[in-house]
């Protein structure tokens, strides 16, 4: 079965400190990893995806095969990075199903 | 070039009784994706469609709950004898390339 856990539901860091926020999964093949957003008012979107390696928005996330995680990670946060954030998971391989974790809502105080 | 759309935005029901929920996909989209997000939760799988049948409804809660999308296009999910426990935020997604879902507003049902 498919699981993605995100351990903290709230995390609040000020303005230029460095931001990580932990994704760890559970499947037993090879997963494709994506990082969603919501800001306020506005509609979930693509964040980014593992297999594209791009930093988006100075956001970076590497898959750890061995540990199962999907962190994501900015080492100067801004006031504008201030949402919910959903870490999911797809089978790959042509499964299109994507699971998603419950979400940590990310405050970045000025 | 809108994007997904769906209606109602919001439906007030009472326990028992019947609820349409449309989607309007992105022109294009062959896949069309169903989700509920309860409060303080991620949204939780319902369906997905490629192009007109369902490749996967194992989140469907229960038989209460059907989706179709007979043309390949607008998808509605129909509840049936609706339950307060049914209260959420219907989220309809659609897609062209695997993992890339655009998102509508949703639609919050309040089932009282």
């Known amino acids: 079965a498919q699981r993605v856990t995100q351990p903290e539901k709230l995390l609040s860091v000020f303005k230029g400190a460095p931001v990580e926020l932990k994704c760890n999964y559970s499947y037993s093949g090879s997963p494709e990893l994506f990082w969603y957003v919501q800001y306020s008012r506005q509609r979930l979107q693509l964040l980014l995806r593992h297999i594209s390696r791009e930093s988006i928005k100075g956001f970076t996330a590497d898959l750890n095969k061995g540990e199962t995680s999907f962190h994501l990670k900015k080492p100067f946060a801004q006031e504008e990075d201030s949402a919910m954030y959903y870490c999911?998971?797809?089978?790959?391989?042509?499964?299109?199903?994507?699971?998603f974790g419950k979400g940590t809502k990310l405050t970045v105080n000025p | 070039g809108a994007g997904v759309s769906q209606t109602p935005s919001n439906k007030v029901t009472e326990k028992g009784k019947y609820v349409e929920l449309r989607c309007d996909p992105i022109s294009g989209h062959t896949a069309l994706y169903w989700y509920r997000q309860s409060l303080g939760q991620g949204p939780e799988f319902l369906i997905y469609f490629q192009g007109t049948g369902a490749a996967d409804d194992s989140g469907l809660p229960n038989d209460r709950f059907f989706a179709v999308r007979p043309e390949g296009s607008v998808s509605t999910l129909k509840i049936q004898r609706t339950e307060r426990g049914d209260s959420a935020v219907y989220l309809c997604a659609s897609s062209r390339e695997a993992g890339e879902l655009f998102f509508g507003e949703g639609s919050r049902l309040t089932v009282l």
């Open positions: 999911a998971l797809s089978g790959g391989g042509g499964s299109e199903k994507l699971v």
